[in-house]
């Protein structure tokens, strides 16, 4: 069992950075692939990165990609989501999830088995 906390979010203006962080409770954290979703209004649930168990593996949206970085410290218990120059269309809620690890690739929500409340982030223009 992995409970899992966002926290980071707020607004900012266009082209400025904010940094999500989730924290994780459960002597498991390590053993679960990690991944970042959001949801603007309106939209389904997408994929933004994922990261392995380990940490040594990452992926990224294309529409993030250079921007958004996805790391995690399994130490602290905790993955997190630097986004830098942010847009008007990043503006959503931000969720973490844990699940299986598979191979490195974008998977859909419905792969994760654990999820956060969500942490909301609006970007103006």
């Known amino acids: 069992q992995v409970q899992l906390v966002e926290s980071g979010g707020g607004l900012v203006q266009a082209g400025g950075s904010l940094r999500l962080s989730c924290a994780a409770s459960?002597?498991?954290?390590?053993?679960?692939?990690m991944a970042w979703f959001r949801q603007a209004p309106g939209k389904e649930r997408e994929p933004v990165a994922a990261?392995?168990?380990?940490?040594?593996?990452?992926i990224h949206a294309d529409s993030v990609k250079g921007r958004f970085t996805i790391s995690r410290d399994n130490a602290k218990n905790t993955v997190y989501l630097q986004m830098n120059s942010l847009k008007p269309e990043d503006t959503a809620v931000y969720y973490c999830?844990?699940?299986?690890?598979?191979?490195?690739?974008?998977?859909?929500?419905?792969?994760?088995?654990?999820w956060g409340q969500g942490t909301r982030v609006t970007v103006s223009s």
């Open positions: 999830a844990a699940g299986p690890q598979y191979g490195m690739k974008l998977y859909p929500a419905n792969t994760y088995d654990y």
């Open positions: 459960g002597r498991t954290f390590s053993s679960y692939a």
């Open positions: 990261i392995s168990w380990g940490g040594s593996s990452t």
